[in-house]
């Protein structure tokens, strides 16, 4: 049984111009130990993603199709049973680490406040429990770090913080969403590397969100490309990158940057701007900034097609691609 299993999943929010689908048809799963990346420009939906797995979508936010954490069945939960489950068996490491930290309590009453809710563990048991996973998360000067308030801290020291606080409970899902936003270089390979080596020692399964398509190179083994709420291309990450075949995900890969460029090299843009949920169209949500459109394209959302094994696109023009590569071949 996969550790995670989405399908067709479905998320409606209700917005000044009436109802919207932030997420259409999204279906993935992941096993145990598995690491999975989202990526996409804002405005996609993998945030919505995050939250949805967390059960912390906007009020009044409509939900169909299904999620299941270890064949749990996560849509119908009630608030009480996602509270149970928060924290305890999913974990998330939010991308501003300032904003995720409450700054009125210390850093080590933060930490300790999932285990005495979900292990039960009393006030010397959890400030000690914390204490260790700090120095699990190499915080400089844990013991003293315990009593220090957030903006006592670096940027690089809180989400290390907002890490811990995520692990408290040694959850079987971890979901971190833009981990590194803020940070500096150096900074983001550490916090990357310590996410890595957490994941690996606990057997965890991993959904990273990123922008950057590097991160996700070196740091997932399957790949997901999100356009307009939906799912548009997924596979094996070396796959995806070797073959990429959606139209999105061609103006996504073009646009990156690359070394050895020379000097004055403009990049590739992908013409227009991810459109408002009210604005997406009722078929390919692509369909408005591609040159390849056709008419059949603006009908119904298209079906994954395989491109081989594990490796799907929703596309109903990839037999373009696939003429050009075989003429470059040639």
Same mark, same amino acid.
């Given at each position: 049984?996969?550790? $995670? ?5 479905? #998320? ?23 690491? =999975? ?33 270890? !064949? ?18 999913? !974990? ?13 309590? %210390?850093? !080590? ?40 308030? /957030?903006?006592? $801290? ?20 971890? @979901?971190?969403?833009? /981990? ?76 990156? /940057? ?11 843009? =992908? ?22 459109? @056709? ?6 959302? /298209? ?14 023009? $990839?037999? #373009?691609? %696939? ?8």
């Amino acid at each position: 049984m996969p550790l $995670l299993e989405v399908q067709d999943l479905r #998320v409606t929010l209700q917005t000044a111009r009436g109802p919207a689908d932030a997420l259409r048809e999204v279906s993935f799963s992941m096993e145990r130990g598995e690491t =999975i990346g989202l990526i996409g420009e804002s405005g996609c939906g993998k945030s919505m993603t995050a939250l949805a797995l967390m059960g912390l979508l906007p009020e009044g936010a409509r939900v169909t199709g299904s999620m299941r954490l270890d !064949g749990t069945e996560l849509t119908t939960l009630a608030e009480s049973d996602w509270c149970a489950l928060r924290g305890h068996r999913i !974990g998330m490491v939010f991308q501003e680490p300032m904003t995720a930290l409450n700054p009125l309590h %210390t850093v !080590g009453r933060q930490i300790a406040e999932p285990l005495r809710l979900h292990k039960g563990l009393d006030a010397r048991a959890a400030r000690a429990e914390a204490l260790r996973l700090l120095e699990r998360v190499h915080l400089p000067q844990a013991r003293a770090r315990l009593d220090a308030h /957030p903006h006592q $801290l670096s940027g690089g020291q809180r989400q290390r913080v907002v890490i811990a606080i995520a692990l408290a409970c040694a959850p079987d899902l971890l @979901v971190a969403d833009e /981990p590194t936003t803020a940070l500096d270089v150096t900074i983001q390979r550490e916090v990357l590397d310590l996410i890595g080596e957490l994941v690996r020692d606990s057997g965890m399964g991993l959904v990273l969100i990123s922008h950057n398509l590097g991160v996700m190179a070196d740091r997932v083994q399957r790949l997901f490309v999100m356009y307009g709420g939906t799912v548009s291309e997924y596979g094996p990450t070396a796959e995806v990158f070797a073959h990429h075949a959606h139209p999105y995900s061609l103006g996504l890969f073009a646009a990156r /940057p690359r070394l050895g460029l020379a000097r004055g090299t403009r990049l590739a843009t =992908i013409p227009g701007r991810v459109p408002d949920l009210a604005d997406l169209p009722v078929g390919c949500p692509f369909a408005d900034r591609c040159a390849r459109v @056709v008419p059949a394209c603006r009908v119904a959302l /298209p079906a994954p097609v395989a491109l081989g094994p594990g490796h799907m696109a929703r596309c109903l023009r $990839l037999d #373009v691609e %696939t003429d050009a590569r075989a003429e470059a071949a040639a």
